[in-house]
């Protein structure tokens, strides 16, 4: 029984449901060589300055070059770094791949596990330039990209022919088996070297040869923080490159133009398109052909995966509560409520959080298990547009 107040008393409840936020998803992790920095230690670079720390050669100053050549007035992409090697030492895919000692010590891709306690966020895009054609490499990228539902760039190796990069993808080739946890980049992109002097006596090379993954990556962050994570990257400008290393016939209406058949094969190009530079060129995560409904679609394995993220950290503060209808009630009320937001972003066509009495038998209740069902429409990209034409002829009886 209450005690007695003859007054006012001010009680507070509870929401009906708990606000999501976003995550962070324009965050790249880098693996790489330096000829500065840290060795083997997780650095967050978010400008410039902080880049600076890794000098000025080997794969890492390379790439976090390309990335920031993408930065967006939105803000920019946020690069864990990690340093395996100086730039002048020999580097195997061991190195890459790193280890985890007997007291949880971590070196090489093994890293990135630690970024979400230390930093509150993890790489959405995996990229090692040089290094990610390389096998073994490629597969831990795919592996670590595929626990959280991240991309992984892989890029083809240095020299490869376009009919290579297709038989690459072939039942006995190099990258037949990376699975939708990878996107696998062809050719290398054509950059104007720095260094060049016509007229020295040896003036050096005009372009550079550099692998697309550090670019694609920054391209993607780039779209994130401009359009939304939900909006596919193919069709935007690169910024910061001359051209490609081998060229690729490509017309907008021709099923059999190198560019096409390589999007066919699961492999994301570029493209130069008259007026709009060079563009990226492709929708489709490795995992098309082999799969080819909506999950294969690069920004919808990103939609789902961040979903899931938001709704992860929206939902902690409900676990362990009291198995009551209004707790159940929050948690739907917090999820619709976040779907319903997207819808209104244009990041989902629909979606809707239910709560069945089939999907929660007494059985699994009782161990305090609960189960949501979560039903959405991505918003799939527009990649072919069909004009169809009908000549009418009844309007010539029109003229007078």
Request: proline share 5%; charged share 20%; glycine share 8%.
């Amino acid at each position: 029984m209450s005690s007695f107040l003859h007054g006012i008393e001010h009680l507070n409840l509870a929401a009906d449901y708990t606000p999501v936020n976003d995550v962070v998803t324009a965050v790249i992790g880098l693996v790489g060589t330096a000829d500065k920095g840290p060795v083997n230690e997780l650095t967050l670079c978010i400008s410039e300055q902080d880049d600076a720390q890794f000098g000025t050669r080997g794969t890492i100053p390379e790439a976090l070059t390309a990335i920031r050549k993408q930065s967006s007035a939105q803000g920019n992409a946020l690069v864990l770094v990690i340093k395996v090697k100086a730039d002048t030492e020999e580097i195997t895919p061991a190195d890459i791949i790193g280890t985890v000692d007997e007291v949880g010590n971590r070196t090489g891709l093994k890293l990135f596990e630690t970024a979400l306690p230390r930093f509150g966020f993890e790489p959405m895009i995996y990229i090692a330039p040089r290094y990610s054609a390389l096998s073994a490499v490629a597969s831990e990228l795919v592996r670590i990209a595929n626990k959280t539902e991240a991309v992984a760039y892989i890029d083809t190796p240095d020299g490869y022919t376009f009919s290579q990069a297709l038989e690459s993808r072939g039942t006995s080739g190099e990258f037949a088996r990376l699975g939708e946890g990878a996107k696998l980049l062809f050719p290398h992109f054509l950059v104007a070297n720095p260094n060049y002097n016509p007229d020295a006596e040896e003036p050096g090379d005009k372009y550079l040869n550099i692998p697309m993954s550090a670019y694609a990556a920054g391209l993607r962050a780039k779209v994130d923080l401009e359009e939304g994570w939900h909006v596919s990257s193919s069709n935007h400008q690169i910024a910061g490159v001359e051209g490609t290393d081998v060229a690729l016939t490509f017309a907008l209406g021709d099923t059999t133009c190198e560019a096409n058949l390589l999007n066919a094969a699961g492999i994301t190009t570029a493209v130069n398109l008259f007026g709009n530079g060079i563009v990226e060129w492709g929708n489709y995560t490795a995992g098309y052909p082999g799969k080819t409904d909506t999950e294969a679609f690069e920004c919808v394995r990103r939609t789902r995966a961040i979903m899931k993220r938001a709704i992860e950290q929206a939902c902690i503060p409900y676990i362990d509560k009291p198995f009551i209808q209004a707790n159940v009630d929050a948690i739907r009320n917090t999820i619709n409520q976040y779907l319903n937001g997207l819808v209104a972003q244009g990041k989902i066509v629909a979606g809707q959080c239910y709560y069945r009495a089939e999907s929660n038998p007494a059985s699994e209740l009782a161990l305090g298990h609960l189960t949501f069902d979560i039903e959405f429409t991505p918003a799939l990209p527009m990649q072919r547009l069909t004009f169809r034409y009908k000549i009418d002829l009844s309007n010539l009886s029109t003229i007078a």
